[in-house]
Structures are given as structure tokens and as C-alpha cells.
């Protein structure tokens, strides 16, 4: 029994090295790829620099890399976390391993105290001392049994402490791996600073510039038609992935019916979530509720020009948690000039809500997300600092201010 148990134990940890390992390396192809897509948009950056290429463009590779920059760090974090899993896990076979020789080595240590104090003599003058054959040999079976286990003890300890010392080598190169990783990740933290700090001195170029800052107003209008094709496609790829949902279902009660079981009314299965809150009642995605820019046809207070505008803009310190408004799903995490990072969520009733302008994004493709889950951060756009939210019913825009509560 022992030694089945010595065995998968050892194929445990042989096993936890591999998976640990090969997860390991996933992690750092995946960070190596961020990194050469940061070190890219770097180029893109300097070469517009020199030459003085549009701001706009080089606002757009600010924003692009900043977002990859998060997404490193991100990944680096998950990477500690995981590295950190490990660590324990092999502190606590370092443990287990020193409590099993602790102990094999009492039990050995009570057999080398044994044959000390009685001597070798001790086991003849039992041999010789049996009254019978049968005796005799029933006694020198036992001794062999016992000097065999005693053997068998003594390989144990040797064999576990080679475990023993693998795990530690395992261990210290986790923690060396955990100590790069801090120092990478807080290079990473101080690039993501520096980024910011040149985002926002374009940003104040931007708005001193009103030429730019008409550019900048345009390239959202374009931006706002785009979004609105992006929601069509989410709009038709789930009428398609609904149809296939019932044609899958249909099938499967036909199959019912010819294997004559009992069929039962057809309920598709579709993903369905909690109805979306009547009007007036959805929670705000943001804890402030001071609404720099309403629904519809906004004139700009330098400009004159009167834009549209698809949502409303929320005025909110950079930085600060955007949270989803009802329980849905992730339809599409994705990057627009003048809008940046954006997240769309479709609910229940063909409902859709749309976070833009957001500095980090918690949040992936498929996601199921209920009310008040985290979305990611809010930022900062040539407006200032704001959330930008937006509220469909199929292809229909809605004003947000009638849906979210008023208090």
C-alpha cells in the first residue's frame, strides 16, 4: 500500500512540473506577443513623431498601445497569481515529504537504537530459543520480514529526500520567476504612465487646436456610424445563431419521437436572461449621474455645429469602475477612434447597452455578466472625462436619461 502510494505521489508532482511548466510557457508566448505589439505601435509613435504626422493619428497609437499596455499588465498579474498557486502547492509538497522522512526516520531510528542496545546476538538467541521447528522458522520469517522493511525504510528515505530536493530546485525557480515578473510589471506600470501623460498633453493640443478639434469631431460621427454597423452585425449574427438553436432543437425532437420517447412542448435553447428593467428603473453604470452631453442634437458651445449624439456622455472622474446596468452577455469588446475602448452587452428584449471612452476593460467576448458586474474604468477623450452610454432596442437608439433611474 505504501509503495502505491509512494509511486502516485511521485507521479503527481511528476505530473504537477509538466502542467506547470507547459502553462507556464502559454503564458509567456501570450506576454512576448503583447510585448512585440506594444514595441510596434512604439515605432508607429516615434515615426509619426518625426515626421510630424497627424495628432490624431498619433493619439490613436497612444490609445492603441496604452490598451495593450493594461492588457501586459494584466496578464502579468495572472501570471504572478498563477506563479504564486505553485509556489504554494510546492511548499506544501516540500511538507508532506518532510513529514514522510521525519517519520520514516523514527521508525529507522528506533531499529538502529534496537540492534544497539541488544545487539545482533539478540536475534540469534531468539532463533536458538524456539522450542519447534515450526517456531524456528515462523521466527526467522518475522526477522527477515522485519530487516527487510527496515531496508525498504531506509530507500524510502533516500528516495523522498531526491523529491525532496527536486521540489525545493522547483521552488526557488518559481520564486525567481515571481521576482522578474514584479520588475517587469512595475516597467510596465511606469511605461503605462508615461503614455498617459503624452495622451493627455495631445489631448490639450487637441482642444487649443480648432482645426483638430473639428477633425476630431468628425472622425466621431464616423465612429458613431461604425458603431451602429457594429451593432447590426451583433443584431444579425444572433438572429442566425437563434435560427441554428431551432433547427438544432427541432431535429433533436424528431429523433425523440422516432426512438418513442415521451416528447415534450419544444423549449429552444437559447440564451435568455432576467428582463431588462422598464423605464426609469435601470442602475446607473457609473456613481455619478451628471450628464455633460443629452441624448440628440447637441450644438457646441465654441463651434456652433450641431452633432448627434447616440447616448449620453457622463461626466466622471478617469479612473473611475463602469459597472453593467442589467444581466446579459458580452457580445463584442472593441477599439473605435474618438471612442476608444468599447463594450457592447446584449439583454433580454433585444435590448443592448454600450460603455465607450473606457481606459481598461475587464470584461471579454461571451462574457455572461450580470447587473452590476464590473465592465472596467472610465477615461478621458477631447470632451474630458466622461463615460459614454448608449441604449438600443434593435437597430433603435434610445435615450439612456429615460431608462436609468431618477434617483
Known amino acids: 500500500m505504501k509503495l502505491i502510494y509512494k509511486i502516485s505521489f511521485c507521479f503527481i508532482i511528476a505530473l504537477q512540473i509538466v502542467y506547470t511548466n507547459q502553462d507556464v510557457q502559454k503564458k509567456k508566448k501570450d506576454l512576448v506577443k ?26 490613436d497609437n497612444y490609445e492603441k498601445q496604452t ?20 509556489i504554494l502547492k510546492t511548499i506544501e509538497n516540500i511538507v508532506q515529504l518532510e ?23 539478540y536475534d540469534f ?15 526467522l520469517t518475522y526477522l527477515k520480514s522485519f530487516s527487510d522493511q527496515r531496508r525498504k525504510d531506509l530507500q524510502d528515505i533516500r ?13 526557488f525557480t518559481q520564486l525567481r520567476e515571481e521576482e522578474k515578473l514584479i520588475t517587469d510589471k512595475k516597467n510596465e506600470e511606469s511605461k503605462t504612465i508615461a503614455k498617459t501623460e503624452k495622451r493627455k498633453t495631445l489631448l490639450q493640443k487637441i482642444r487649443k487646436d480648432k482645426s483638430l478639434f473639428v477633425s476630431e469631431l468628425n472622425r466621431k460621427l464616423e465612429s458613431a456610424k461604425k458603431l451602429e454597423g457594429l451593432i447590426s452585425q451583433i443584431i444579425e449574427s444572433e438572429i442566425i445563431r437563434k435560427e441554428e438553436e431551432r433547427k438544432r432543437e427541432k431535429l433533436k425532437l424528431e429523433k425523440e419521437k422516432l426512438l418513442a420517447k415521451k416528447s415534450t412542448t419544444p423549449k429552444p435553447n437559447l440564451i435568455t436572461f432576467k428582463d431588462f428593467p422598464n423605464k426609469g428603473n435601470l442602475r446607473w453604470p457609473v456613481n455619478s449621474r451628471i450628464i455633460s452631453a ?14 448627434q449624439n447616440n447616448g449620453i456622455d457622463i461626466k466622471v472622474p478617469a479612473g473611475t469602475l463602469v459597472k453593467c446596468v442589467a444581466v446579459g452577455e458580452v457580445s463584442m469588446v472593441h477599439w473605435l477612434p474618438s471612442f476608444g475602448n468599447l ?17 481598461t476593460v475587464s470584461v471579454q467576448d ?35 436619461k429615460e431608462w436609468l433611474a431618477k434617483k
Open 34 to 59: 503583447l510585448k512585440n505589439e506594444i514595441e510596434e505601435f512604439e515605432k508607429k509613435i516615434d515615426e509619426s513623431e518625426r515626421k510630424e504626422k497627424n495628432t490624431l493619428e498619433q493619439l
Open 67 to 86: 490598451k495593450l499596455l493594461h492588457e501586459l499588465i494584466d496578464g502579468l498579474n495572472n501570471k504572478q497569481a498563477f506563479i504564486r498557486q505553485s
Open 125 to 139: 538467541e531468539t532463533l536458538i530459543s524456539s522450542t519447534s521447528i515450526n517456531q524456528l522458522y515462523i521466527r
Open 343 to 359: 463594450v457592447i452587452v446584449t439583454h433580454a428584449k433585444d435590448m443592448r447597452t454600450v460603455y465607450t471612452n473606457l481606459k
Open 159 to 171: 528516495s523522498h529526500k531526491d523529491i525532496l530536493l527536486t521540489q525545493q530546485d522547483i521552488l
Open 366 to 400: 461571451g462574457d455572461k455578466i450580470n447587473e452590476g458586474d464590473l465592465i472596467g474604468t472610465s477615461g478621458e477623450s477631447v470632451e474630458g472625462e466622461l463615460l459614454h452610454f448608449e441604449i438600443w432596442k434593435e437597430k433603435v437608439k434610445q435615450n439612456p
Open 99 to 121: 513529514k514522510e522522512i521525519n517519520i520514516l526516520k523514527e521508525h529507522y531510528s528506533k531499529y538502529v537504537k534496537n540492534v544497539y542496545t541488544k545487539g545482533r546476538t
Open 294 to 307: 443629452g441624448f440628440g442634437s447637441i450644438i457646441h458651445p465654441v463651434l456652433k455645429t450641431v452633432t
